[in-house]
């Protein structure tokens, strides 16, 4: 059974910077895509970035130039890098990964999903 833990969610300063960890076990089969989405109080939950097997990278168009997700294949561990952060990146963070096809930022496309953590950006 797949599992996903992920880590390092906090609160911070506006401008400041957190970085997530996703570190997944129990794998039957070779993920092709590690993504972090989030969702804030009323919202639906949105992509963030994603991370495909080939080491192709997504980014909502909100978050580019600002967030960087990275995986270390190794430690079965993907990152997400959070720097000039604002106070609309408030919401829950999950880690969510598949075997299967489709638009990285479709959540109905993914099987396997982590208990979240809270990111929290104050003035």
């Known amino acids: 059974q797949v599992q996903l833990v992920e880590s390092g969610g906090g609160s911070v300063q506006a401008g400041g910077s957190l970085r997530l960890s996703c570190a997944a076990s129990g794998y039957t089969f070779s993920p092709v895509v590690m993504a972090w989405f989030r969702q804030a109080p009323g919202k639906e939950r949105e992509g963030v970035a994603g991370?495909?097997?080939?080491?192709?990278?997504y980014y909502a168009d909100s978050v580019k130039g600002r967030f960087t997700i990275s995986r270390d294949a190794a430690k079965n561990t993907v990152y997400l890098q959070m720097n000039s952060l604002k106070l609309e990146d408030t919401a829950m963070y999950y880690c969510a990964t598949r075997s299967g096809g489709g638009s990285w930022s479709d959540v109905s496309t993914y099987s396997y999903w982590g208990q979240g953590t809270q990111v929290t950006v104050s003035s």
């Open positions: 991370s495909t097997r080939s080491i192709s990278t």
